[in-house]
């Protein structure tokens, strides 16, 4: 078969890997992308990046018009298709990174394939909570996956970044260094052997990490990454670096040179918006009319899945992590408003995964959770079925109206205090 090709699994659809205009310089004229800004959160603070919303004046990285839902981001994409039928990628790249929003992202990237197996589908990450979910995004078809790593030295590393996140726990300086490097280096390993096809991004630095990016592209060669992006710095204002000068040209030249020795360089990067569509470095302007109308729209949903299920302590407010619920609040929508129908016991703890297959079975006729937390072996069981997992706190009300009305959920998922397997994959004796 031509490595152009790939089987999915799940629909057995041929997907022409040619056809992606980022990895494939031929491609960049005649087939478009879209980036569907679903993953606003960050797990890291780059001292480059500085994100903005509803902005039209600025592309790069970090900058989006709207935030859209997993299923406001499937509708939107069933418009653009219809206008651009030349569109053959969908992307998540932020404004955030779609790690740090794995609900959402997972949930968007289900949603994509199930109604467009023919579509290549990508991410762009710093890798630092890759890994948990590469075995799924493998089983999804995605293909292609960019991992930004600015160094190898944890000196220079640690200036380029003010903070980390990973896990329940924040790091600065050297520690902060060390978590995102030791991740990202496991997330390639991981990528490449599912079969994904790894582009490593490097912003050029200069005076930072302009001297050391050659050494990124023979590690990345090392672990199997097929492409790099070396990206000349664009100084933003109020972030550390709006003071430096972006690298010229013959600088960027010589660097790629170094790059030719390792790896493909990429010459072609367009700099993208979270919300980029149309051809590369050619934005579609017609696009934000068309997502500004998605925003406001009430998302339909299936109807053989009339119920949502609510993680709850009294059945007021969804304030319960799901691995703590002995049983779980069963709502539907009837013309008098919300009705509880009944408590659904959940499987018992202790039988590890197999108690949330027996959840997802156990939940079939809803389309949706709600719940005050959850961990990545769960959302992923779960989510693979078709449920909409929804992280927050508050009211059931206001839940419920985000899944039947397509209301703006406004509530914010709680505090991370459950503790048990940090990510409910430990030893199969709590969640």
């Given at each position: 078969?031509?490595?152009?090709?790939?089987?999915n699994?799940k629909e057995?659809?041929?997907?022409?890997l040619?056809?992606?205009?980022c990895?494939n310089?031929e491609?960049?004229?005649?087939y478009g992308?879209?980036?569907?800004p679903?993953?606003?959160?960050?797990?890291i603070q780059?001292?480059?990046?500085k994100?903005?919303?509803?902005?039209?004046?600025?592309?790069?990285p970090?900058v989006?018009?709207?935030i859209?839902?997993p299923e406001?981001?499937?509708?939107?994409?069933i418009k653009?298709?219809?206008?651009?039928?030349?569109?053959?990628?969908v992307?998540i790249?932020?404004?955030?990174d779609?790690?740090?929003?794995?609900?959402e992202t997972m949930t968007?990237l289900?949603?994509v394939?199930?109604?467009?197996?023919?579509?290549?589908?990508?991410?762009?990450s710093?890798?630092?909570?890759?890994?948990?979910?590469?075995?799924e995004?493998a089983?999804?078809?995605?293909?292609h996956?960019t991992?930004?790593?600015?160094s190898?030295d944890?000196d220079?590393t640690q200036?380029?970044?003010?903070?980390?996140?990973f896990?329940?726990h924040?790091?600065v300086?050297?520690?902060?260094?060390?978590?995102l490097?030791e991740n990202?280096l496991v997330?390639?390993?991981?990528l490449?052997r599912?079969?994904i096809?790894?582009?490593i991004n490097t912003?050029v630095?200069?005076?930072?990490n302009?001297h050391s990016?050659e050494?990124?592209?023979e590690?990345?060669?090392?672990?199997?990454?097929?492409?790099?992006?070396?990206i000349?710095?664009?100084?933003v204002?109020?972030?550390l670096?709006e003071?430096?000068k972006?690298?010229?040209m013959?600088?960027?030249?010589?660097?790629?040179l170094?790059?030719?020795?390792?790896?493909k360089?990429?010459?072609?990067c367009?700099?993208?918006?979270a919300?980029?569509?149309?051809l590369?470095?050619?934005?579609d302007?017609?696009a934000?009319?068309?997502m500004?109308e998605?925003i406001n729209?009430?998302?339909e949903?299936d109807?053989?899945?009339p119920f949502?299920?609510?993680?709850?302590?009294?059945?007021?407010?969804?304030n319960q992590?799901l691995g703590e619920?002995?049983?779980l609040?069963?709502?539907?929508e009837?013309h008098?408003?919300?009705?509880?129908v009944?408590q659904r016991k959940?499987?018992?703890?202790?039988?590890?995964?197999k108690?949330?297959e027996?959840?997802?079975?156990?939940?079939n006729?809803?389309?949706?959770?709600l719940v005050?937390?959850?961990?990545?072996?769960?959302s992923?069981t779960i989510?693979r079925t078709?449920?909409?997992?929804?992280?927050?706190t508050?009211?059931?009300?206001e839940g419920?109206?985000?899944?039947y009305?397509?209301?703006?959920?406004r509530?914010v998922?709680?505090?991370?205090?459950f503790k048990?397997g940090a990510?409910?994959?430990?030893?199969?004796?709590g969640?």
């Open positions: 078969m031509n490595s152009s090709h790939r089987i699994k057995n659809a041929m997907i022409d040619e056809k992606h205009p990895f310089i491609a960049k004229g005649k992308r879209v980036h569907l679903v993953a606003p959160k960050c797990n780059c001292n480059y990046c994100r903005d919303y509803d902005c039209v004046n600025e592309s790069r970090g989006t018009s709207e859209l839902s406001q981001a499937l509708a939107y994409l653009l298709k219809e206008k651009m039928p030349n569109l053959s990628v992307g790249a932020g404004p955030g779609p790690f740090a929003n794995p609900t968007t289900r949603l394939r199930q109604h467009f197996p023919e579509m290549i589908l990508c991410l762009s710093n890798g630092l909570n890759v890994a948990p979910f590469v075995e995004l089983e999804l078809g995605v293909s996956v991992i930004t790593m600015n190898l944890t220079v200036g380029i970044y003010k903070w980390a996140r896990g329940n924040g790091y300086g050297k520690a902060a260094a060390d978590v490097l990202q997330a390639i390993k991981m490449r599912f079969g096809t790894v582009k912003i630095i200069p005076g930072v302009d990016v050494s990124v592209a590690k990345a060669k090392e672990l199997g990454a097929e492409l790099m992006n070396a000349p710095l664009f100084p204002a109020d972030t670096y003071n430096l972006e690298p010229d013959l600088t960027m030249r010589e660097i790629r170094k790059i030719a020795k390792h790896l360089p990429m010459t072609h367009a700099r993208c918006r919300d980029a569509v149309g590369l470095g050619e934005d302007l017609e934000k009319k068309i500004s998605v729209l009430s998302v949903t109807e053989n899945r949502v299920a609510v993680a709850s302590y009294e059945g007021m407010l969804v992590h619920a002995d049983s609040y069963v709502f539907r009837t008098n408003g919300y009705r509880m009944e959940t499987p018992p703890s202790g039988i590890g995964n108690r949330w027996k959840l997802a079975e156990l939940l006729d809803c389309r949706a959770l005050g937390g959850i961990g990545q072996s769960p992923a989510g078709g449920i909409r997992i929804v992280e927050m508050g009211l059931i009300d419920l109206d985000a899944i009305k397509g209301k703006e959920l509530t998922k709680k505090a991370d205090v048990c990510v409910c994959t430990g030893k199969a004796t969640c």
